[in-house]
């Protein structure tokens, strides 16, 4: 049984930096898309950053040059580096796994068949 653990998250100021890491265990297949969504209070949850098993990353637009995903396979963490947070980057954060795809072409939250808790990032102004 695939587990993920968040951990990382934190209270900075806007500009600051943080580095969400998420640990894994369990049997992951050789193919799959992991990767981070978020959800503010009141909001839809919505795709951050995500990375196949072919090491291919893919950012939505309102985070890329700022955000950065690495997988350390060594560790079994997926590793989200948030750098120029923004006020509108609050919200919890959770990692999640699709297995048995090679690709993260498709990346609604509801493909998405294992989640971890989540770890709260709250950016002030």
């Known amino acids: 049984q695939v587990q993920l653990v968040e951990s990382g998250g934190g209270s900075v100021q806007a500009g600051g930096s943080l580095t969400l890491s998420c640990a894994t265990s369990g049997a992951i297949s050789s193919n799959y898309c992991m990767g981070w969504f978020r959800q503010a209070p009141g909001k839809e949850r919505e795709g951050v950053a995500f990375?196949?098993?072919?090491?291919?990353?893919r950012y939505t637009d309102f985070v890329t040059g700022r955000f950065t995903l690495s997988r350390d396979n060594a560790k079994n963490t997926l590793d989200l580096q948030l750098t120029s947070l923004k006020p509108e980057d609050s919200a919890m954060y959770y990692c999640?796994?699709?297995?048995?795809?090679?690709?993260?072409?498709?990346?609604?939250?509801?493909?998405?068949?294992?989640w971890g808790q989540g770890t709260q990032v709250t950016v002030s102004s």
């Open positions: 990375i196949d098993s072919g090491g291919r990353t």
């Open positions: 999640a796994a699709r297995l048995y795809t090679s690709s993260c072409d498709y990346v609604a939250s509801w493909a998405f068949g294992i």
